[in-house]
């Protein structure tokens, strides 16, 4: 069975980094591209960017880049998103995802909370 | 604002067929596949329809996509309580080099 597990929810300070993860089981982990969606409070998705887990290639939508790192460490069948210095408009939930190609996911986690708050 | 717009709602009654459009231009919906995902509140979306027009195993055929030109469709036909949700639809954008989603339609069983 496919499955990709979140870390928990957090709650950090304007300021902080944080680095959340994605664990993927049930799949060959190097063959399928992991994504990262954020979904703001009472919004819409929006797609952040992917990781081709085989060979690192990433990719980052024009809003996202710069302002996060996504990772993958294929050892241990996990993906990762990672913020150096968080804001509060940070405040989301996060979601990664696998996709067969690069344009779409078929499985989904099951999201982590982020909250950032002075 | 979404690079591929939606209605921001949507209705109608246990039975009946709605449809949602999603609209959106020659670098994302007019050159790539388009995909349909499915959210209920509190949990992560769903893929719903993937390429057009296919779906995955388990989704029932009652829901379809199309599309023509720039533009999409997602139709439910034989409406239930149950299919009350948001629905987004996503297209790869060659111009921005990545996924673009609609704003979302909240579908109402009434």
């Known amino acids: 069975e496919v499955q990709l597990v979140q870390s928990g929810a957090e709650v950090k300070k304007p300021g902080e980094s944080l680095k959340i993860s994605c664990k993927g089981s049930?799949?060959?982990?190097?063959?399928?591209?992991i994504g990262w969606v954020r979904q703001m409070p009472g919004k819409g998705l929006e797609w952040m960017g992917i990781?081709?887990?085989?060979?690192?290639?990433?990719r980052y939508s024009p809003s996202f880049q710069g302002q996060v790192t996504i990772s993958a460490d294929k050892s241990i069948t996990t993906a990762y998103l990672q913020w150096s210095s968080l804001k509060a408009s940070d405040t989301a939930m996060y979601y990664c995802?696998?996709?067969?190609?690069?344009?779409?996911?078929?499985?989904w986690g099951q999201g982590t909370l982020v909250t950032v708050s002075s | 604002q979404s690079v591929l717009t939606q209605p921001p709602s949507a209705s109608g009654t246990p039975g009946q067929r709605v449809t949602i459009s999603c609209s959106g231009s020659?670098?994302?919906?007019?050159?790539?596949?388009v995909h349909w995902y499915q959210q209920f509140p509190g949990t992560a979306p769903k893929l719903l329809i993937y390429?057009?027009?296919q779906r995955p195993s388990g989704v029932p055929d009652r829901f379809s996509g199309s599309k023509s030109g720039t533009s999409a469709s997602l139709a439910i036909s034989g409406l239930r309580s149950e299919d009350e949700a948001d629905y987004y639809c996503?297209?790869?954008?060659?111009?921005?080099?990545?996924?673009?989603f609609g704003g979302g339609t909240k579908l109402t069983v009434l």
């Open positions: 995802a696998r996709g067969p190609t690069s344009s779409y996911f078929n499985y």
């Open positions: 049930g799949y060959s982990f190097t063959s399928y591209w």
């Open positions: 990781i081709y887990p085989d060979d690192s290639d990433t």
């Open positions: 020659s670098s994302n919906i007019g050159s790539n596949y």
């Open positions: 390429r057009n027009n």
């Open positions: 996503a297209a790869w954008d060659d111009s921005l080099s990545g996924v673009v």
